[in-house]
């Protein structure tokens, strides 16, 4: 069999990424390099033409889902013609819905690797690349005026306001997730949903 492309390589290490993207926040890092190389199509030694080990392919994976959440933030703004309540109103909308309960997968990281990201070792370029994911998140949940008055939230402004209501999103989206099944579960969206909407 002839030598993997340049091209063809690079394309299967953004199906490696992708994939575990959606598998790492479904089920978790401890998914076995096997399983996610069957489910990206690829064999399993080819793993590792791309990757030293599997905690190098969770820490770009973090980088990964981080840089889509930023981008979403922004787009959020930009559809709601830069309203930053328009766009968190949306934001939490979407979050605190029955769709993104059910939709792990696509859903969002800092709910979903957080246990994750807790286990492992500390000075991990994953936990360094949460961190900064989560105090951005905070960030773009602050009010305007706690932006425009220079609060901090681990070097990003903020402040408490936008860490209190990212701590109620990610919170409310675990809790209904672990007592999914059960009327709790959309009982506990509903209560976050009036909380952070009739405080906003």
């Not at 328009?86 to 979407?94: G, K, M, S, V």
């Not at 059910?102 to 070792?121: E, K, M, S």
Request: hydrophobic share 45%; proline share 2%.
């Amino acid at each position: 069999m002839g030598r993997v492309s340049q091209a063809q390589a690079e394309e299967n290490r953004r199906r490696v990424v992708d994939t575990a993207s959606r598998l790492f926040r479904e089920q978790g890092t401890h998914v076995s390099v096997a399983d996610l190389m069957k489910a990206a199509g690829l064999t399993h030694g080819a793993f590792y033409k791309q990757f030293p080990s599997k905690e190098a392919l969770v820490d770009e994976v973090t980088a990964h889902v981080f840089d889509e959440i930023a981008w979403r933030n922004a787009a959020g703004l930009d559809r709601h013609d830069g309203q930053r309540d328009a766009a968190q109103r949306a934001l939490i909308d979407a979050y605190l819905s029955v769709e993104h309960r059910d939709n792990a997968a696509d859903g969002c990281p800092v709910a979903a690797l957080a246990t994750d990201i807790a286990r492992g070792p500390e000075g991990r370029e994953a936990r360094r690349t949460y961190a900064e994911g989560v105090a951005g998140f905070a960030a773009f949940l602050a009010p305007a005026e706690a932006v425009a008055g220079g609060e901090g939230v681990g070097g990003v402004g903020g402040g408490e306001d936008g860490l209190a209501r990212l701590s109620t999103l990610v919170g409310a989206l675990v809790l209904s997730r672990a007592t999914q099944g059960s009327p709790l579960s959309e009982e506990i969206l509903a209560a976050a949903h009036a909380a952070l909407t009739e405080a906003g």
